[in-house]
T-cell receptor, first 115, second 112 residues
Framework: EAGVTQSPTHLIKTRGQQATLRCSPI?????VYWYQQALGLGLQFLLWYDEGEERNRGNFPPRFSGRQFPNYSSELNVNALELEDSALYLC??????????????FGPGTRLTVL | AQSVTQLDSQVPVFEEAPVELRCNYSSSVSVYLFWYVQYPNQGLQLLLK??????LVKGINGFEAEFNKSQTSFHLRKPSVHISDTAEYFCAVRSNDYKLSFGAGTTVTVRA
């Protein structure tokens, strides 16, 4: 069974540009979570999508946004990039509410570097 | 709101020695606790989880953790470490809104 996949592996942008990160959940999983792992700040929750809807949002500005598609894959968009957005962005997925809703499976991450 | 404190940022340990990584949490509701491991340049891998039931939880790679409700702790242990256990370890608590709150992480360095 394929795990959570993320693309691209690395992304280099300049300040003010927009970045788009993609995530494909494990087959059968309907929830996708995004986390930011920035140096010195640890792992912070960004967004949660379930069944195509945004269910929860962490303490991040509105320029961090995303969506979930009908096939449950997800996109994270970061607008007006700032230097401090440089981080590893991790995507996780979990199953439906009746099964493994408690466990989140993580992808390998996208390393975003803002110059 | 949940929070997680990992009491040690760095833990150096010799190969085949035991290791314990300490984790304390604060939560006003039922808790679901997790330990994840992150190898260099990789994502997170679940080591073990506590959802309910037995307070001693066994995970992969010989790791185990004990949930202690009175001390609000969920310490991770391994009786004998290998070089390959060198990694960063994260304790996490899941809130009722399904998001995970992570500790700051503990870097374990295993030396021969």
């Amino acid at each position: 069974e394929a795990g959570v996949t993320q693309s691209p592996t690395h992304l280099i942008k300049t300040r003010g540009q927009q970045a788009t990160l993609r995530c494909s959940p494990i087959s059968g999983h309907t929830s996708v979570y995004w986390y930011q792992q920035a140096l010195g700040l640890g792992l912070q929750f960004l967004l949660w999508y379930d069944e195509g809807e945004e269910r929860n949002r962490g303490n991040f500005p509105p320029r961090f946004s995303g969506r979930q598609f009908p096939n449950y894959s997800s996109e994270l968009n970061v607008n007006a990039l700032e230097l401090e957005d440089s981080a590893l962005y991790l995507c996780a997925s979990s199953g439906d509410r009746e099964s493994s809703y408690n466990e989140q499976f993580f992808g390998p991450g996208t390393r975003l570097t803002v110059l | 709101a949940q929070s997680v404190t990992q009491l040690d940022s760095q833990v150096p340990v010799f190969e085949e020695a035991p290791v314990e990584l300490r984790c304390n949490y604060s939560s006003s509701v039922s808790v679901y606790l997790f330990w994840y491991v992150q190898y260099p340049n990789q994502g997170l891998q679940l080591l073990l989880k506590y959802l309910s039931g037995s307070t001693l939880v066994k995970g992969i790679n010989g790791f185990e953790a004990e949930f202690n409700k009175s001390q609000t702790s969920f310490h991770l242990r391994k009786p004998s470490v290998h070089i390959s256990d060198t990694a960063e370890y994260f304790c996490a608590v899941r809130s009722n809104d399904y998001k995970l709150s992570f500790g700051a992480g503990t870097t374990v360095t295993v030396r021969a």
